[in-house]
C-alpha cells in the first residue's frame, strides 16, 4: 500500500485548505459576504452545481451570489454546509485534488439535514493563497423541492 | 487578499483547540464529566446561552452542570454536540478568537437534529493549556418544544 | 490538568489518522472499495460492531465487505458516515488509543440522519502507515427497522 497522499500536505497548509473549506460554508450560508466568497477562487476559477449550473470567473460568481441571495424562497439561507471526510487524492507544493462528503443542515422549517453530497476539488496556491481552481459539486439526496 | 489568521497558529496548538472542542462536546454529553467539563474554562472563564442564561467562574459552573443533568426530561442528554466550520478570527500566542457552527443530534426518539446554532469563542492559553475565556452560543434553529 | 494527550502526537501523525477515518468513510459507503477497506486494518485487524459482530483479519473483513454490499435492502448504502469530536486518549509513536462520535446521514429515502454512535479505537503504526488493530463500534440510536 502507497503512502496517503496527505502525508505530502504540510499541517500548515492543510490547515489552510480547512479555512478555505470554512470560509466557503460561512459566505454560502450568509447572505453579506460576497466579497470573501469570491475571492476563495483564483480569477478564472469554476464552480459547477447540479442546480445552479456552470459559473466561471469572480465576475459571474460575483453576480451569481446576488442573484442566490435575492430569491428569498430558497431553504437555503440562513442554514449550514458542513464538510467532512476530506481525502487528499494527489497533492504538489502549489495543487490539490481532494474529495470531501457534505450535508446542508436548514434551519428554516429546522433543523433538518436536506441536501447532502460530495465536492471534487482542484485548489491552488496562489500568491501564498490557497484558492479553489475548480470546484464541482455532486448531490446525492435531496429532499426540497423544486422552487 | 491578507492571510487568513488560521496561519498565525501552529498546527500543534490547532489540534490542541481542536481536543478542547471536542472534549466541550463529550462534557456536555455526558453526565459524568463535570470535573473535566469546568477544567476547560480559565477560573473565571464565561459561559453565555442563550437558553441557560450567563455562567461565570468555575464554581458556578460545575453548579450548572448539576443542575442541566438533574434534569431528566431534557432532550439533549446522550445526544452528540457537533462542531464544523472553525475560522479564527484573530490569533496571538497565547489568545484566539473564533466562529464555528455546531448542531446538536439527539439520540433520545431519534436520531434527530434538534438545535442548531454558532460557538464564539475567546480561548486563551494558561499554564501550557487552552481554555475557553468565553463561550458565547448563538441559536439558529431549536425544534424542541420548551420544558 | 495534566496535558492532553492529543498534545503526543505530531500534526503529521494526526492528519493521517484523519486520512485513515475519511477513507474508512468512504470505503464503508461506496460498494467498490473492498481492497482499500482491507488495507485500512492491521493483517489481524477487529472490527467489532452490535449489528455485524466481530469480523477479524483481512480475509473475514474482505469476505464481510462483499456480504454487506450483497444485501441490497440494507438503508445504509450510498449514505455518509461522519466522524466528528476526535480525543486522542493515549499515544506513543506507533499506538494510539481514541475515541469519537459518528453519525450516519442515509441518501435512500433521505437525507435523514438513521444512526448513532461512538468509535472506540487502537491505530497502530505499520510500516509507515497507520491502521486499525481494533475498531469498536458503539450504537446510541438507531431508527432502522430491522431488516
Request: hydrophobic share 40%.
Given at each position: 500500500?502507497?503512502?496517503?497522499?496527505?502525508?505530502?500536505?504540510?499541517?500548515?497548509?492543510?490547515?489552510?485548505?480547512?479555512?478555505?473549506?470554512?470560509?466557503?460554508?460561512?459566505?454560502?450560508?450568509?447572505?453579506?459576504?460576497?466579497?470573501?466568497?469570491?475571492?476563495?477562487?483564483?480569477?478564472?476559477?469554476?464552480?459547477?452545481?447540479?442546480?445552479?449550473g456552470t459559473i466561471t470567473g469572480r465576475e459571474a460568481?460575483?453576480?451569481?451570489?446576488?442573484?442566490?441571495?435575492?430569491?428569498?424562497?430558497?431553504?437555503?439561507?440562513?442554514?449550514?454546509?458542513?464538510?467532512?471526510?476530506?481525502?487528499?487524492?494527489?497533492?504538489?507544493?502549489?495543487?490539490?485534488?481532494?474529495?470531501?462528503?457534505?450535508?446542508?443542515?436548514?434551519?428554516?422549517?429546522?433543523?433538518?439535514?436536506?441536501?447532502?453530497?460530495?465536492?471534487?476539488?482542484?485548489?491552488?496556491?496562489?500568491?501564498?493563497?490557497?484558492?479553489?481552481?475548480?470546484?464541482?459539486?455532486?448531490?446525492?439526496?435531496?429532499?426540497?423541492?423544486?422552487?
Open positions: 500500500m502507497t503512502t496517503p497522499a496527505a502525508a505530502l500536505v504540510s499541517p500548515e497548509d492543510r490547515f489552510l485548505i480547512e479555512d478555505l473549506f470554512a470560509r466557503y460554508n460561512r459566505a454560502i450560508d450568509s447572505n453579506d459576504r460576497r466579497e470573501e466568497f469570491v475571492s476563495l477562487y483564483t480569477p478564472d476559477g469554476v464552480w459547477v452545481s447540479p442546480m445552479e460568481l460575483s453576480a451569481w451570489y446576488d442573484d442566490y441571495f435575492s430569491r428569498s424562497d430558497l431553504p437555503y439561507h440562513g442554514g449550514q454546509h458542513r464538510v467532512t471526510n476530506v481525502i487528499i487524492e494527489s497533492a504538489t507544493e502549489d495543487r490539490i485534488e481532494s474529495w470531501c462528503t457534505w450535508i446542508f443542515v436548514a434551519s428554516l422549517e429546522g433543523p433538518r439535514v436536506i441536501v447532502m453530497g460530495k465536492y471534487i476539488d482542484t485548489i491552488v496556491k496562489q500568491d501564498g493563497r490557497w484558492m479553489f481552481e475548480k470546484r464541482v459539486i455532486e448531490i446525492n439526496a435531496n429532499s426540497v423541492e423544486e422552487v
